[in-house]
């Protein structure tokens, strides 16, 4: 970090929680004296994360201890150990996310969940440093509801509408991530809306602000805790600034994007907005969104035959298995599409991980 000046990280970290978006621990603690909120993953870092060397030792003692249980005893068993090699390193909690071949069983996605819960307690990491990624699909948020009166807390991942975002909040979510950009964009530009004013000017941005809006007015509608918006999927320092002044409770940043703001000085004079400091709850705040982007609540880049009708929060969206939700997940072009795109690379992570886990078990 610079010393010279505030950098862009040390200003975000004023507006809101900044978690790391990557599992290898010498990156975590390379960020120091920054300490990340939360640490999150997917089944892309697990993969990552389970072919670094330094976890070949203990892919193979793993494998030799569970073989008999299969691949995904193994699989667990390893994602969990590798938080651990993290737990140090960040405040508050690791994140796992239960496989995505799952997503639309709730059964399978339930056993699973439960299955990384008993590995927590194992290396005695108790339910509140840790919270399980389901993607909101129907199935998925009916287990998130289950999951919740077991005392293990969710994040609902894969987020990209306002109905998902209300079923969520149905389910009893600690949070939900909605991604930014869709997972394209990661590796074909074409996909990316590059702009030096996300907030304003990102095609998901409205869509974010009606969620954050939606929850605020909830919380005072209700009185009732609402899921917190963990923003994710930044492909510059400049969005990630974006999820500040949107309001957003936290924002999850890959390695890339977090040692860039890290080494950012800020100038508040070349931002196009500047987001508030953090509230000790943060739906309290009135007027929720700023002036410069109230509009956006209005507007849908994303729909741009949107009717302009708030989506409804009476509506049960786990009723009949999550069949609500998913019906409204096809009815909505982007979410199905982004929803899809998510589910297929996780997909391919898992059996890649998969892959690399049989030939292990077969070595041993």
Same mark, same amino acid.
């Given at each position: 970090?610079?010393?010279?000046?505030?950098?862009? *990280?040390?200003?975000l970290?004023?507006?809101l929680?900044?978690?790391?978006?990557?599992?290898d621990?010498?990156?975590?603690?390379?960020?120091?004296?920054?300490v990340p909120?939360?640490?999150t993953s997917?089944?892309?870092y697990?993969?990552?994360?389970?072919?670094?060397?330094?976890n070949?030792? *203990?892919?193979?003692?793993?494998?030799k201890?569970?073989?008999?249980q299969?691949w995904l005893?193994?699989?667990?068993?390893?994602?969990?150990?590798?938080?651990q090699?993290?737990?140090?390193?960040?405040?508050?909690?690791v994140?796992l996310?239960?496989?995505?071949?799952?997503?639309?069983d709730?059964?399978?996605?339930?056993?699973?969940?439960r299955a990384y819960?008993r590995?927590?307690d194992?290396?005695?990491?108790?339910?509140?440093?840790?919270?399980l990624k389901v993607p909101c699909?129907?199935?998925?948020l009916?287990?998130c509801?289950?999951?919740?009166?077991?005392?293990?807390?969710?994040?609902?991942?894969a987020?990209?509408?306002?109905?998902?975002a209300?079923?969520?909040?149905?389910?009893?979510c600690l949070?939900?991530?909605?991604?930014?950009?869709?997972?394209?964009a990661h590796s074909?530009?074409?996909?990316?809306?590059?702009?030096?004013d996300?907030?304003l000017?990102?095609?998901?941005?409205?869509?974010?602000?009606q969620?954050?809006?939606?929850?605020?007015?909830l919380?005072?509608e209700t009185?009732?805790?609402?899921?917190?918006?963990k923003?994710a999927?930044?492909?510059?320092?400049?969005?990630?600034?974006?999820?500040?002044e949107?309001g957003?409770?936290s924002a999850?940043?890959?390695?890339k994007?977090?040692g860039?703001?890290?080494?950012?000085?800020?100038e508040?004079?070349?931002?196009?907005?500047e987001?508030?400091?953090?509230?000790?709850?943060?739906?309290q705040?009135?007027?929720?969104?700023?002036?410069r982007l109230?509009?956006?609540?209005?507007?849908?880049?994303?729909?741009?035959?949107?009717?302009?009708?708030?989506?409804?929060?009476?509506?049960?969206y786990l009723?009949?298995?999550?069949?609500?939700?998913?019906?409204?997940?096809?009815?909505?072009?982007?979410?199905?599409?982004?929803?899809?795109?998510?589910?297929?690379s996780?997909?391919?992570?898992?059996?890649?991980?998969?892959?690399?886990?049989?030939k292990v078990?077969?070595?041993?």
């Amino acid at each position: 970090m610079t010393t010279s000046s505030q950098t862009w *990280l040390q200003k975000l970290q004023e507006q809101l929680n900044v978690d790391v978006d990557y599992m290898d621990p010498e990156f975590t603690r390379s960020l120091l004296p920054f300490v990340p909120e939360d640490m999150t993953s997917n089944q892309n870092y697990v993969h990552q994360q389970l072919c670094h060397p330094v976890n070949e030792k *203990l892919l193979l003692d793993v494998a030799k201890e569970c073989k008999d249980q299969g691949w995904l005893a193994i699989y667990t068993r390893m994602s969990v150990l590798m938080c651990q090699a993290n737990i140090n390193n960040i405040k508050g909690r690791v994140l796992l996310q239960t496989l995505p071949s799952y997503a639309y069983d709730t059964e399978k996605t339930v056993e699973h969940a439960r299955a990384y819960s008993r590995e927590f307690d194992r290396v005695g990491i108790s339910k509140d440093r840790f919270c399980l990624k389901v993607p909101c699909t129907g199935p998925g948020l009916v287990a998130c509801a289950i999951l919740k009166n077991e005392g293990i807390r969710t994040l609902g991942t894969a987020v990209f509408s306002v109905h998902q975002a209300i079923a969520a909040s149905q389910a009893g979510c600690l949070y939900i991530s909605p991604y930014y950009n869709e997972l394209p964009a990661h590796s074909d530009s074409k996909f990316w809306p590059q702009s030096d004013d996300p907030a304003l000017l990102h095609p998901m941005s409205s869509r974010l602000i009606q969620i954050l809006e939606a929850y605020a007015a909830l919380y005072q509608e209700t009185n009732k805790e609402q899921p917190f918006v963990k923003l994710a999927s930044f492909l510059s320092p400049a969005e990630a600034m974006a999820a500040g002044e949107m309001g957003c409770h936290s924002a999850t940043i890959g390695d890339k994007v977090l040692g860039q703001l890290a080494t950012l000085p800020y100038e508040g004079v070349k931002q196009p907005g500047e987001g508030k400091p953090k509230l000790s709850h943060p739906y309290q705040r009135n007027p929720f969104t700023a002036a410069r982007l109230q509009s956006l609540a209005q507007l849908d880049p994303l729909t741009p035959q949107w009717n302009g009708k708030a989506v409804r929060a009476d509506v049960d969206y786990l009723a009949n298995g999550g069949a609500e939700l998913d019906k409204a997940n096809k009815a909505d072009e982007e979410t199905r599409k982004r929803l899809s795109d998510a589910l297929e690379s996780f997909i391919g992570s898992e059996k890649r991980s998969q892959d690399k886990i049989d030939k292990v078990m077969a070595s041993v």
